[in-house]
């Protein structure tokens, strides 16, 4: 079956740039949709946001300005880069893929098991 | 601060019925957007639990079951079990003036007594 891997830096200086991977094994990123959602220590879940197989993306409007997803194909990897991070950015990254019907049915089927990032000096 | 509220917490005795409810409003829940849940046992990430309001994914037991009416959705758990001690979350579609975007519930933590 699927599965879903993050992979990066488990600490960020404030200022600069968070960079993280996920990789797909087990399938295709084809025809799917692929999202990130972070989770701050003791918080709940909050959508960051996807990018389809073919490159278009859709990001929360709290961090559109901080965000960039992009995918690669033949490796079969998405990635998150959330530029200039300060302390409250510091969480636990999932990786997970969605699935929609239409623009307004989302829903995230397989999850990877998580990676924290720390964001300090 | 989300837009979809959930009881801190619910607790409840082995075998016995619990609902974890899912405020929202008219920009999401109200408006007609479906809901769906998810399970994140201690430690681990979280689970699609349904899916659509009310359909289970393959391999979760029917003892969880969720529906939606006017602005709120509930997930309801029957014959609860130690295994089942967990945060849940809701999930939908939010448009309003600040944006439109994916959201999720506060989170509820279920005790099992």
């Known amino acids: 079956q699927v599965q879903l891997q993050e992979s990066g830096p488990g600490l960020v200086k404030p200022s600069e740039t968070l960079s993280l991977t996920c990789t797909v094994s087990?399938?295709?990123?084809?025809?799917?949709?692929w999202s990130w959602i972070r989770q701050p220590p003791g918080k709940g879940l909050e959508w960051i946001g996807y990018i389809y197989y073919s490159g278009s993306t859709n990001y929360n409007p709290s961090l559109k300005s901080r965000v960039t997803i992009s995918v690669d194909t033949s490796k079969n990897q998405f990635s998150l880069k959330l530029s200039s991070v300060t302390a409250a950015d510091t969480a636990v990254y999932y990786c997970?893929?969605?699935?929609?019907?239409?623009?307004?049915?989302?829903?995230?089927?397989?999850w990877g098991k998580g990676t924290t990032v720390t964001v300090s000096s | 601060q989300s837009v979809l509220t959930q009881p801190p917490s619910v607790s409840g005795a082995p075998g016995q019925r619990v609902t974890i409810s899912c405020t929202g409003s008219s920009s999401n829940i109200g408006a007609g957007y479906d809901v769906h849940w998810y399970q994140q046992l201690p430690g681990t990430a979280p689970k699609l639990l349904i899916y659509?309001?009310?359909n289970r994914p393959s391999g979760v037991p029917d003892r969880f079951s969720g529906s939606k009416s006017g602005t709120s959705a509930s997930l309801a758990i029957t014959g609860l079990q130690a295994e089942d001690e967990a945060d849940y979350y809701c999930?939908?579609?939010?448009?309003?003036?600040?944006?439109?975007?994916?959201?999720f519930g506060t989170g509820t933590k279920v005790t099992v007594l």
């Open positions: 087990g399938g295709s990123i084809s025809s799917y949709y």
């Open positions: 999930q939908s579609y939010d448009s309003s003036l600040s944006g439109s975007f994916y959201v």
């Open positions: 659509g309001n009310s």
């Open positions: 997970a893929r969605g699935v929609s019907v239409d623009y307004y049915y989302y829903y995230m089927d397989v």
